[in-house]
């Protein structure tokens, strides 16, 4: 599926809740269903500066597309990790650079999260961005 038509079922998702505490709610619930970061890959190296709580983020290039796997302390981060890896697991480092995070505007995630937590989340795209850069280049695109 193309990163364009996810980001579009996510905002239709969230557009069918009336309040913020729905769409948390909706959150904990995509973050259930994350992919899981296998053990040996929960360290330091892997956590996201920047996050009040505790987030690792691996990825693994595979058929030259960038397959993301994380996990969090805090259910709140999860299912925000999990909307990100939704976007951008299973594309090419090239798309995941050219592709902008204006579907988080647009389902009013930032508005409705702490600074703290939009600082992490930031922190989070600039990761994933970082792995697709390095891949890229592996790859020699």
């Known amino acids: ?3 364009e038509t996810i980001q579009a079922d996510l905002i239709d998702e969230f557009s069918i809740f009336d ?3 729905e769409r948390y709610e909706y959150m904990i619930e995509l973050g259930k269903s994350l992919p899981m970061i296998a053990s040996e890959f929960k360290t330091e190296d892997n956590i996201i500066k920047g996050c ?3 987030v690792w983020l691996h990825a693994d ?4 597309t960038v397959v993301f796997t ?3 302390d805090a259910i709140i981060t999860k299912g925000i990790v999990a909307i990100l890896i939704r976007v951008f697991s299973n594309q090419s480092p090239e798309t995941i650079l050219k592709t902008n995070t204006d579907f988080i505007d647009e389902i009013g995630l930032k508005e409705h999260l702490s600074p703290t937590s939009a600082n992490g989340l930031a922190s ?3 990761k994933i961005k970082m792995y697709a850069l ?3 280049t592996q790859i020699g695109l």
Request: hydrophobic share 40%.
């Open 124 to 126: 989070m795209i600039k």
């Open 70 to 72: 994380a996990d969090s």
């Open 134 to 136: 390095a891949y890229q």
């Open 61 to 64: 290039l595979e058929n030259e």
């Open 1 to 3: 599926m193309n990163i």
């Open 52 to 54: 009040q709580s505790k």
């Open 19 to 21: 309040d913020w505490m």
